[in-house]
Nanobody, 118 residues
Framework: QVQLVESGGGLVQAGGSLRLSCTAS????????TNWYRQTPGKPRELVAG???????YYPDSVKGRFTISRDDAQNTMYLQMNSLKSEDTAAYYC????????????WGQGTQVTVSS
């Protein structure tokens, strides 16, 4: 059974930092691509960071230079370091583990709320 357990969300003042974690079980984490998404009510889920199984990273312009995604394959864990947080970063954040090749799968964490007060 696949499980993705997130932690690290909370309330922070604008300009502050938070680190999200997502630990996976029941999955071949090291061969998976991993992503962080966020969503606010009434809006589609937005990709905020991705790191492939080979270590290539992706960030949209909205978070580039402020967010850093990383992963520890030995611990089956992915991280999102968020610095210089803004009120517009307030959202529910979801981790995603997927594979688009042989043995395709796409799994999501339960979400963790990040609230940035201005």
């Amino acid at each position: 059974q696949v499980q993705l357990v997130e932690s690290g969300g909370g309330l922070v003042q604008a300009g502050g930092s938070l680190r999200l974690s997502c630990t996976a079980s029941g999955i071949l984490f090291s061969i998976s691509d991993t992503n962080w998404y966020r969503q606010t009510p009434g809006k589609p889920r937005e990709l905020v960071a991705g790191i492939t199984s080979s270590g290539n990273t992706y960030y949209p312009d909205s978070v580039k230079g402020r967010f850093t995604i990383s992963r520890d394959d030995a611990q089956n864990t992915m991280y999102l370091q968020m610095n210089s947080l803004k009120s517009e970063d307030t959202a529910a954040y979801y981790c995603n583990v997927k594979r688009d090749k042989i043995l395709r799968y796409d799994y999501w964490g339960q979400g963790t709320q990040v609230t940035v007060s201005s």
